[in-house]
């Protein structure tokens, strides 16, 4: 084996490798958007017969197999997903409806417990996985601010369990401002090396998923423990959070910023 420095080009490039934006009820973050646009997948939860610790069930996301314009338009597609086939309105249920779901890169900031950023300022990339309601919240935000890369957002968990945000866009942005963060800012730029739609859900072929459908039928049982630790690293990074509240999406627009807003060059702001 030939001797690897600590480069980033030696660095393993996992999902499991990754930072997701979490927070907890009421902290504070103040973040920066890296990416011109979200990506986007319609997923659905599907729940795989075993127990947590707390006695709910544990599952995973999988990427719907609906055809795109029969998505955008119906928003499920039974023929071509067997999870669409199957899947139930509500929270608790085996297969979810399809639901679109987005990962971003971020920018984060180190703060105090009161969301201040601290100085010298320091950066942290993170991924943020989202549902209907916060893309809503940052087209919103977008519409009325412009681009939103380049700007702060400043956030607040208003429920944990669902990752329930307000968002406000920061009167200034503190990178942009200083020399340092700027170049920190570059760097981070340069290793956004994940593949974002596997972070939203595992993506399987018809019959594999077919029979994960047929599997989620709820066994009545005992919790156990081994299940829920195994099944912890894909917590982690939020594959196996709860089914979001996230409305059925119907829109077909997957852009982040909203059209009409001026589009802002990174390298540009970074100076080349
Ligand atoms: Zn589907």
Redesign the pocket.
């Known amino acids: 084996m030939p001797a690897v420095g600590f480069d980033t080009k030696f660095k393993t490039n996992s999902i499991f490798d990754t930072d997701q934006f979490r927070l907890k009820f009421n902290e504070r973050a103040r973040i920066s958007i890296l990416d011109e646009k979200a990506q986007m997948e319609?997923t659905?939860y599907v729940k795989n017969g075993q127990f947590r610790q707390d006695g709910s069930q544990s599952g995973s996301y999988y990427i719907?197999?609906?055809n795109t314009e029969t998505?955008a338009d119906l928003g499920?597609?039974r023929e071509?997903?067997?999870?669409?086939?199957v899947?139930q309105p509500g929270r608790d249920v085996a297969v979810s409806e399809?639901r679109r779901r987005f990962a971003i890169y971020i920018l984060r900031y180190r703060t105090n417990n009161a969301g201040a950023v601290m100085q010298p300022i320091s950066l942290a990339l993170e991924i943020w996985v989202f549902g209907d309601d916060k893309y809503t919240k940052l087209f919103e935000r977008a519409q009325e601010h412009g681009d939103l890369r380049g700007k702060d957002l400043n956030i607040k968990c208003t429920t944990q369990q669902y990752q329930g945000y307000d968002i406000d866009v920061a009167g200034k942005c503190f990178w942009r401002e200083d020399t340092n963060a700027k170049a920190q800012v570059k760097e981070l730029a340069a290793v956004r090396s994940i593949d974002l739609p596997r972070i939203l859900g595992r993506k399987v072929g018809f019959e594999q998923l077919e029979k994960l459908v047929s599997d989620a039928t709820p066994r009545i049982g005992p919790s156990d423990i081994d299940d829920a630790i195994e099944s912890s690293a894909a917590e982690v990074l939020g594959i196996n959070e709860p089914a979001g509240t996230f409305a059925m999406a119907r829109a077909s627009d997957t852009e982040l910023p909203a059209e009409g807003t001026a589009a802002v060059d990174l390298d540009e702001i970074l100076g080349g």
């Open positions: 319609y659905h719907c197999l609906g998505m499920r597609d071509n997903c067997p999870d669409c086939k899947a399809a």
